[in-house]
């Protein structure tokens, strides 16, 4: 069975610092790995997806994410943070064979200080 | 308008009642779905339907069932109930294809007193 595991439930930072959520994976097959954003009140957006290829992917807003396999992991970043990044965000898996069927991990609330 | 929409979007109710959660979506999309979002563990599937005539269990499926209308609906129903499904519901679409991601609702927020 797929899990997925976000280190920190809550992150602070400073507007301008780096953002870095960290995302880890458990997958019996080749994983296709997603980052989503959640603002308040809306529904989830695709920030990226991993699927085959590159393992570097960029996404919306300027965040990225590299796939890496050895330490099952699907880290997000973004050089520079921004107030407006101050959201929810969610990193998900699926296994592909089973469908689109996703895991999500518990979450990741950015707080973004002035 | 939205492509994918969720209707109540807030909803207040007793324990013991039966409650129906819509969503409908323009995105002509086969697959469809439906989570429940609570603090801390993120979303987990409760059904998922691939097309009109197929539809699964998540992982939650206990107390809840759904229906599939036709391509573009897909209703969510809590046949009696309880206080511990309170949480925030959310519907999804998705195309057919393994590597296609999923497309959310804004979500119905359900309290049950």
């Known amino acids: 069975a797929q899990s997925v595991t976000q280190l920190g439930s809550h992150v602070s930072v400073s507007e301008g610092a780096l953002v870095l959520l960290r995302c880890n994976y458990s997958?019996?097959?080749?994983?296709?790995l997603f980052w989503y954003v959640q603002y308040p009140n809306q529904g989830l957006q695709l920030l990226l997806k991993?699927?085959?290829?590159?393992?570097l992917v960029k996404g919306i807003n300027g965040f990225e994410a590299e796939f890496k396999k050895s330490e099952t992991s699907f880290h997000l970043t973004k050089p520079s943070a921004h107030m407006s990044d101050a959201a929810e965000y969610f990193c998900?898996?699926?296994?592909?064979?089973?469908?689109?069927?996703?895991?999500f991990g518990g979450g990741t609330r950015v707080l973004v200080k002035p | 308008d939205a492509d994918v929409t969720q209707t109540p979007r807030n909803r207040i109710t007793k324990t013991g009642k039966r409650i129906m959660l819509e969503c409908s979506q323009t995105?002509?999309?086969?697959?469809m779905y439906w989570y429940r979002q609570d603090p801390g563990l993120g979303l987990r599937l409760i059904y998922y339907?691939?097309?009109?005539?197929?539809?699964n269990k998540g992982e939650i499926s206990d107390g809840y069932s759904v229906s599939r209308q036709a391509q573009a609906k897909f209703s969510l129903s809590l046949e009696s109930a309880i206080p511990n499904q309170t949480a925030l519901y959310f519907c999804?679409?998705?195309?057919?294809?393994?590597?296609?991601?999923?497309?959310f609702g804004d979500g119905t927020r359900l309290s049950i007193l």
């Open positions: 995105k002509g999309h086969d697959r």
């Open positions: 997958s019996s097959v080749p994983p296709y």
């Open positions: 991993y699927t085959t290829g590159a393992t």
């Open positions: 999804a679409t998705s195309d057919s294809g393994l590597r296609q991601p999923q497309h």
């Open positions: 339907s691939f097309d009109v005539k197929d539809i």
């Open positions: 998900a898996v699926s296994e592909g064979a089973a469908g689109n069927k996703l895991t």
